[in-house]
Nanobody, 124 residues
Framework: QVQLVESGGGLVQAGGSLRLSCAAS????????MAWFRQAPGKEREFVTA????????YYAESVKGRFTISRDNAKNTVYLEMNSLKPEDTAVYYC?????????????????WGQGTQVTVSS
């Protein structure tokens, strides 16, 4: 059972930056595809970004492309989400997710493990 713990959320003004972290308990973390999803009030949970186990392949939702960067440190069992040029519409609970097998997917149902979420609020 993989446990994921997010941190780094908070309140920031529009145009600002935040860095989220997701620490995984599993020592075979390097074999997992890691992703970030987000869920705004009254909306479905949506894909934000994902990274392959090697870190070489990254995928982004169009809404965050050019502003957000996902990275991972397999030695620390941690994945990061660097968020720049934040907008009020980025306000949501951000969830870290892990997928043990297969390829990168934007479908939340494809991910086996989830963190508890961290709130990101962007004020205008």
């Amino acid at each position: 059972q993989v446990q994921l713990v997010e941190s780094g959320g908070g309140l920031v003004q529009a145009g600002g930056s935040l860095r989220l972290s997701c620490a995984a308990s599993e020592r075979t973390f390097r074999n997992y595809i890691m992703a970030w999803f987000r869920q705004a009030p009254g909306k479905e949970r949506e894909f934000v970004t994902a990274v392959r186990w090697s870190g070489g392949g990254t995928y982004y939702a169009e809404s965050v492309k050019g502003r957000f960067t996902i990275s991972r440190d397999n030695a620390k069992n941690t994945v990061y989400l660097e968020m720049n040029s934040l907008k009020p519409e980025d306000t949501a609970v951000y969830y870290c997710a892990a997928r043990a097998i297969g390829t990168v997917s934007t479908d939340r149902g494809a991910y086996n493990y989830w963190g508890q979420g961290t709130q990101v609020t962007v004020s205008s």
